[in-house]
Structure formats: C-alpha cells, structure tokens
C-alpha cells in the first residue's frame, strides 16, 4: 500500500481568461486557493452539498452545517453574482436507517402483540440484560435492576462525575449509561407496582427493546416491502426540510435521493469494475481496490486526510453497523461500493444479485448524474472529509478514468468545503450520541431563531468549530440589537425626514461608509470571512452613532442603512427579502401595519402635549388645538386596528377631561407616560422619548422587556429595602415606647443588684458588695437617659 505521507498530485484550477473574484479555503490542497469556475465564461458554478440521512429529527449541530452552507450559496450567488445550481441528496438507505426502521417496525408490532404487564416486564428485563452486556462490559453480567445505580457508579464513575468527557467514546459509554439507567428505573418501578402502565412502561424501555427485539426478529421482516423503511425516511424528510425553511435555508436546485438511484447507482458500479478498480466477492458485494487504484499513474487515495487512511475506527463506520468483515477483501482499507443483501435487508436487482449501495457511492452516482464529470463545489460537514468524501473522489475518479491504462488526469471536484462542527459546553451534537438538542425543539423554546443562530454562525465562520458559550451568545444578542437599533432610527428618518445641511461630519461618515464597503468586500474575498464582514457593519454603526447626528444629512444616514440593508439579506438574515429593493431595515422592527395610522397619530399628539407641558405653556387654546383634530382616516372599523383605536380614542378623552379640570401640568405628563408605559406596552409597542426629536415608535422586543425587568426588580429591590427600614424603625420605636413607661427608679431594680439609693440607683451588687465607680459611671449614664426618656413620655401623657 502507499504511505499516508507521499506528496499530493498537483491542483491546478481551470483556466479562465476572467480574474478570480475571491479564494475559498480549499480541503483539498488543505489551503487558500483562487476561485475559478469551470465554465469557460467564468459565471455559471456547478455545487453539490451532502445532506441529511433521515432516520430521526434534525438538531443544531446540522443547522450549523446547513445554514453556514446556505450562507456561502447565498455570498456567491447574490454578492459574487455567480449563477449557482445547487444539489442536494437525501440519504434515505444506508445502515442506520435500515436498522431504525426495521427496528420501529418491530417494536410496533411487538407492543400490539404484548399489551400484558407480565410479558412487557418479561421482554424488557432480557432486553435491559442484553444492553448492558453489549454495551457496558465494565458491569456484571445479568446484573438486575436493583443493583444497576451502585455498580454502574463503581465502575464507570470517571464519565459519570461530570467532568468533560476525553472522547466520543466516553461521551457514547455515558449515553449508553443513561439508557440503561433508565431502563433499571422503569424495572424498578413495575416490580413495585404489579398494575404498572404499559404504554408509559414500554417509552421508557424503548432504547433497550429495539436492539434486543432486532437481534431477534430483525432477520425475519420482509425486506421486500421497502415501506418498512421509506415509511420513517419520507416523516424525516419531510420534517427536515420545515426544519431548513424555518432557519430561512433556501431549497436546493435538485433534490436527489438514493432510493431513486438504484439502476443509475448500479451502472456506476459496474463501469468502476470495467476499468480495473473494482472486484466482486462470493456474496455478491464490490469492493473498491484501493491498491489497484493508485498502481495508475496520477491517483491518490486518501487526499483529503491521508493522515487518517490507516484509521479503522473512520473506516468501519464508514461501512456501516450492518457490514461483516469480509475475507475476500484484498485490502483492509477497501470500501464497499455495493452491498449484497442479508435477511432482513431492503434489496434492487443488480448483476451480482440483490443488494444495495454503500454509502459512498450514492454520492458519486447522483452528482455525476445531475452535475457531470467535472464539478466546481462539494459540501459538507468536516467529520465528511474521511472516508466519506475521500472514498467519494477516489471512486468518482475511478469511474471516470481512462481504461486504455493512461493516466486519465482527471479531477472530479475542484474545490472542497467542509463546515466546521458545532459543540456545547466543548461536546460534538450527535444523532448517535443522543445528546442533541433539535432545530424544532430549540426554535419551539424560544432558545434561538432562524436570525439569532444565523448571526452566530456569522460571526463564527464557516469553517471552524462553534462552541456556543454564554458569552458567544450574548455577543450575538448585542449585534442583533445593535443593528436593530440602527435600522429603527433610520426607518425614523423617512416618518420623521430632517432638513440637515451636509457638514464635515457628514463627509466623515460617508468615507467611513466607502473604507466599511472595501472592508467588507477584501473580507468575503477572502474565503467568506464573514466575522470580519460583521464587524466591518458594526464598527460603522458605531461610526454612527458616535457622531454628531445633528451634523448628519437624511440621505447619507438612508444610503448607509440600504447599503447594511443589503448586506444582510445577503446573509440570509431577514427571510425571503430581496437584497437589492432598496429598503431599509429587517423584519421585526416595525409595529403592526393596522396599528401604524393610529399609533403615529397618538404619539404624534402626545409629543405635543409633553412639549409644552416641559415647556409650562400648556394652554386651554393648544390643548383645544390637539384634542379636536378630526379622527384619523384609517380602518377604524377593522377589527385589527380596534385595540389601536381605542387607545388613541381613550387618550382624547384623557385630555379633554384633564382639561376641564384645569389640571396642572404634571397630571399631563402623568397621562402621557401611562399611555407610553402601560397602554401601548401591553400591545407590544413602545414610544422612545428623545431630546428635540418624535418619540421614537418601536415594537416591544426581548431587549427592552429585559431593560423593564431589571428596572422593575430594582424598583422591587429599593421598595422592599425603604420597607425593611421602617418596619425596622418602627419596631425601634415600639421598644422605645415601651421602654419609655418605665421609671428611671425601677430600671434597676433587678436581681443583679441587692440595694438601692432613694432614685432607684444600684449602690450594691447581688453579693452585697459596693457597685464600682467606673461600672457606677456608666450606670449613671443609663439612668439620666431613662430619665430623659421616661419625662418625655410622661409630658406627652400630660404628667409633665
């Protein structure tokens, strides 16, 4: 075999008389390389993007595959201006889906069967067994339930401490610890409660029973009948792509799927035995033939991570939980490209017999179909690089070499891009690891949406691993905010225009706009750095609002927040919004559309009345100006405006009342804080008050609800401490009162003393000895303040 270390054959980019417009990181010479498309007119790119083998929901660490992928698609197409066909295929046959589905059929039909308490105890008891023995070696063998918590702590302590785990395989032992510890519980519980529910029973004993059941049966089930399995693909299918519409992923141009491919996967096969780099074995399975393969001159094996080719770990599975070792391989290293069929196996006609592809080879035979020989862009998430994507090339290029034995020279994909992982709390989310949390659930919570996650992904890059923190997470709510803020004023700017002369100062920001743009520009020219990009729109924002925004002209402010406007929507930050309509501002910072005519009218009316109420010239003629206005025009009789007229309605009469009164300036200002604080509020709306400017009309959102909060809890906390204190001064007083009733001739008439002068003065102690002078001094002094005390409260009794 060839060492993992012999030079890469050289990369050479398709020639182009078009200057390369940006470089993208390439895996494949593991470094930056000048992006040049194979069409000769430089414009049209070719890309095919692995996607989801779907056997169970989606969770966050594909979103952060997917979405940094729609990221990239969406700066090519609509920022590099590249016309883009963008394939995508569903994995909806390999290992794990015939195991899951198989599996899930199997329990469905077992739980029909098994309804009784006893055989529900019965089955699950071996199962939980069978799991432990399989999975947890460390613990004893047939181990009951009862003694599952204090064995499993002595032996798999370390991992179940809490400490960060060292190792995927530390973090698998841990789930499968958590399995089986709650497969005990369930025992557990029945073995106390002989009526024990069986559907709750059987949810809890789930991860137990399927492999047991599988073991059993799963060789059994007709194999035929493929909606066995397409019965749970087309459900996750289904539910993976709401999960990508909801995280604003676009769709892909081509959908392929592996179940649609049988004949063309087939073909594919075969011609890679044609040309040398293929065998059969006795059961009717191919094999790629690694060592046949790198014989011909100019083909490597291994070329994305040839320091992994000797990994049997990667390589098993890549093969698949269902793949046995098989004798007849004349590598160890080689891959099934077709697999024959055991019992209990979904299967199509091939000329080796029934079977069904390995896993790598769907990838080959689908994007060569749709996209040709030569493709531009491969995608994927990084863990792909080996030997998913390595076995990907190898067999690609197979298939299409040369079978006179020259050097065929070809290279099947140009650049590769792989997505780096996301982790929380320094763990890798994974399907088989059970310790992920899913796009809907997340979304569901309110733990993130399609924007928030998207800007952290923006602001982690694409190709690098995202650990999400509670610092990278408030680091995204402040740019989120931040650009909020912007765009609410700039929105402002068009209700509320200025009449502004440009000045130096307008001239400042419009070059700090021009440098942000070539910041920008150097920035996704450079591999998509869109953290870099990030940053280059905020630190204009802050050019912004750092200024002298008096010295600042509508038009320039407007021109920089179309241009932000633009970018944004590039990213995929603001829905379906096209980038280049020329508006400004994303959804999420304006208030309803019924609710605008009136909400304007009544801040409107409200500014009037506060300015001159500060001012102190709120007259009965500009009050009367005000309140008599006719009403506005709007849908007063659309039931979603209702809320808004009434508001505006019920501030009218407000006023007219204060006026009649003859109400004094404050009680207006009272009103209108009312209605900014609690009338609006409550329907999500807030009026921002400004020096010199309209109170700014913006939607109630997390960041004011938590600037409420902390004000409220302050407000509480100041409140409860105002409240400790005078109870506290009022239980001082209470005492004081109380001691105030008793003569300064009795205060010491106790048994630590035996007598006393004629004024109730201790002259000797208990034992009958003289009291001394200095404790006498400090007596006296008590005294006279009881006294004091005492005569007061007697003045105030009238016995003065």
Request: with cysteine; hydrophobic share 35%; aromatic share 10%.
């Amino acid at each position: 075999m060839a060492s993992p270390a012999r030079t890469q054959p050289p990369w050479k980019a398709p020639e182009s008389a078009i200057p390369p417009k940006l470089k993208i990181y390439n895996s494949l010479t593991r470094t930056k390389n000048d992006f040049v498309p194979l069409d000769s007119e430089g414009r049209k790119v070719t890309w095919y993007s692995c996607g989801p083998t779907v056997y169970d929901d989606s969770h966050l660490g594909h979103a952060r595959n997917y979405v940094s992928i729609d990221i990239l698609r969406r700066v090519l197409a609509h920022y590099f201006d590249y016309d883009l066909k963008f394939v995508q295929n569903i994995t909806d046959v390999d290992d794990k889906i015939i195991l899951r589905g198989r599996q899930q059929y199997l329990l469905f039909d077992f739980k029909s069967k098994h309804q009784n308490p006893d055989d529900a105890f019965s089955y699950s008891s071996k199962a939980f067994q069978a799991y432990v023995k399989k999975n947890l070696p460390l613990l004893p063998a047939n181990i009951q339930p009862e003694a599952y918590n204090a064995e499993a702590k002595k032996a798999y302590g370390a991992i179940l401490g809490g400490k960060p785990l060292a190792s995927d395989a530390e973090a698998k032992t841990k789930m499968h610890l958590s399995t089986a510890s709650s497969a005990a519980a369930a025992l557990l519980m029945a073995q106390n409660d002989p009526k024990f529910d069986v559907a709750d029973f059987y949810t809890k004993t789930e991860d137990v029973l399927l492999p047991y059941l599988d073991s059993l049966y799963g060789a059994s089930i007709d194999a035929n009948d493929h909606s066995i399995f397409t019965k749970l693909t087309q459900k996750y299918e289904q539910r993976f792509m709401e999960d990508m519409r909801s995280l604003n992923v676009l769709d892909p141009d081509v959908v392929t799927r592996v179940t649609e491919y049988g004949p063309q996967i087939v073909e594919f096969v075969e011609k890679i035995v044609k040309n040398g780099f293929g065998y059969v074995t006795s059961d009717g399975s191919v094999y790629f033939d690694i060592q046949a393969f790198e014989q011909r001159p100019g083909n490597h094996y291994a070329r994305l991570e040839p320091w992994n080719r000797g990994n049997q770990e990667l390589q098993a599975d890549g093969e698949g939980a269902l793949t046995k070792k098989s004798t007849e391989k004349r590598g160890d290293a080689d891959f099934a490209l077709w697999k024959s069929s055991k019992p209990g196996e979904p299967s199509w006609p091939s000329p080796w017999g029934p079977g069904r592809p390995g896993w790598h080879i769907e990838c080959s035979a689908m994007a060569s179909d749709v996209l040709g020989k030569s493709i531009d862009i491969h995608s994927g998430g990084i863990d792909l690089c080996f030997p998913h994507h390595d076995n990907e090339l190898a067999q690609s290029e197979a298939y299409w070499s040369t079978t006179d034995g020259s050097p065929h020279g070809h290279q099947w994909i140009q650049y590769f891009m792989h997505m780096g992982h996301l982790s929380i709390s320094g763990s890798k989310m994974s399907k088989s690891l059970k310790n992920f949390t899913t796009i809907r659930e997340a979304l569901s919570r309110g733990d993130w949406n399609a924007r928030s996650l998207r800007i952290i992904f923006l602001i982690g890059g694409w190709k690098d691993g995202v650990e999400i923190t509670d610092g990278l997470r408030a680091q995204g709510k402040s740019l989120e905010s931040y650009l909020d803020n912007f765009f609410l004023k700039a929105k402002d700017l068009q209700r509320n225009p200025t009449e502004n002369s440009p000045t130096p100062q307008d001239e400042k920001l419009r070059d700090a706009l021009a440098y942000t743009k070539t910041a920008l520009h150097d920035a996704l020219s450079d591999s998509f750095d869109t953290p870099a990009a990030m940053r280059a729109i905020s630190n204009l924002i802050t050019e912004y609002n750092s200024a002298d925004q008096v010295a600042i002209t509508d038009n320039t402010v407007l021109e920089i927040a179309r241009w932000i406007t633009k970018i944004v929507r590039i990213f995929g930050l603001d829905g379906s919004a096209d980038p280049n309509d020329g508006t400004v501002g994303w959804s999420g910072i304006d208030i309803p559309e019924e609710a605008k005519e009136f909400v304007y009218a009544v801040s409107r009316e409200r500014d009037e009345v506060r300015q001159h109420a500060i001012a102190g010239n709120l007259s009965e003629e500009k009050l009367a100006a005000i309140v008599e206005k006719d009403f506005v025009k709007g849908q007063q009789n659309d039931k979603a405006a209702a809320p808004y007229v009434e508001v505006l309605a019920s501030f009218r009469e407000s006023l007219k009342g204060l006026a009649r009164e003859k109400a004094p300036a404050k009680d207006f200002l009272a009103l209108c804080d009312k209605l900014r604080n609690l009338d609006l509020w409550d329907l999500g709306i807030y009026l921002e008050d400004r020096e010199g400017r309209p109170a700014l009309v913006r939607p109630v959102d997390s960041e004011l609800r938590a600037a409420r909060q902390q004000k409220e809890e302050r407000e509480l906390q100041k409140r409860e401490a105002k409240e400790k204190r005078e109870a506290e001064e009022a239980e001082k007083a209470k005492k004081r009162a109380e001691m105030a009733r008793i003569s300064p001739k009795d205060m010491f008439r106790t048994e630590e003393y035996s007598l006393w002068d004629e004024e109730g003065f201790p002259v000797r102690d208990a034992k009958g000895e003289e009291v001394p002078k200095s404790k006498g001094k400090k007596l006296r002094k008590e005294w006279e303040r009881q006294r004091k005390l005492h005569e007061e409260w007697l003045a105030g009794q009238g016995q003065g």
